[in-house]
T-cell receptor
Framework: DGGITQSPKYLFRKEGQNVTLSCEQN?????MYWYRQDPGQGLRLIYY???????QKGDIAEGYSVSREKKESFPLTVTSAQKNPTAFYLC?????????????FGPGTRLTVL | QQQVKQSPQSLIVQKGGISIINCAYE??????FPWYQQFPGKGPALLIA?????SEKKEGRFTISFNKSAKQFSLHIMDSQPGDSATYFC??????????FGAGTTVTVRA
């Protein structure tokens, strides 16, 4: 899990609620990523950030929002607009932007909508 | 639209056997091909990676074979051990672009 922490490990949400997943890294990495993992679908990119105060949508950004106010932190908010939020969420970071730098993953947060 | 296609979805191998996972890609601009290993309930971790200027890379019992003309690459796990039981993801990317992951292969090694 390197120097990336995610909290909480498990999260339960009622329909219609927004929830925020925490991701912190102490690796001094510039780039951070959020992925969603569903069985049989691999990892799909939600949002990524290459520097502080800047972020871009990934492949499945609808219903999610992020912020990057500090280099170390990249929280993800799952909004009530996300139609099927139950999934395993993974945060990652890399030294520099771009896919050719090794991405280090956190331990993940499992979100369940009740 | 998945840019990297991975097969099989799952495989079972006896201890000491060889596990083979295959991936294919379409984008010829890809120039970095990593493999990630994920244990249940954990985040993936980089296992081994290759660039297209070599056809094979070996690290311990893990070998990547790369066929640029066929746009295919594969992971071979030699002398498979129960501790290798995990989900393996192939991926591909190019500089300053995001990683595209395959759907994953769950490997079970029977003792």
């Amino acid at each position: 899990d390197g120097g990336i922490t995610q909290s909480p490990k498990y999260l339960f949400r009622k329909e219609g609620q927004n929830v925020t997943l925490s991701c912190e890294q102490n690796l001094n990495h510039d780039a951070m990523y959020w992925y969603r993992q569903d069985p049989g679908q691999g990892l799909r990119l939600i949002y990524y950030s290459q520097i502080v105060n800047d972020f871009q949508k990934g492949d499945i950004a609808e219903g999610y929002s992020v912020s990057r106010e500090k280099k170390e932190s990249f929280p993800l908010t799952v909004t009530s607009a996300q139609k099927n939020p139950t999934a395993f969420y993974l945060c990652a970071s890399s030294k520099r932007r771009g896919g050719t730098d090794t991405q280090y993953f956190g331990p993940g947060t499992r979100l369940t909508v009740l | 639209q998945q840019q990297v296609k991975q097969s099989p979805q799952s495989l079972i191998v006896q201890k000491g056997g060889i596990s083979i996972i295959n991936c294919a890609y379409e984008n010829t601009a890809f120039d970095y091909f990593p493999w990630y290993q994920q244990f249940p309930g954990k985040g993936p971790a980089l296992l081994i990676a290759i660039r297209p200027d070599v056809s094979e890379k070996k690290e311990g019992r893990f070998t990547i074979s790369f066929n640029k003309s066929a746009k295919q690459f594969s992971l071979h796990i030699m002398d498979s051990q129960p501790g290798d039981s995990a989900t393996y993801f192939c991926a591909a990317s190019m500089a300053y672009y995001k990683l595209s992951f395959g759907a994953g292969t769950t490997v079970t090694v029977r003792a």
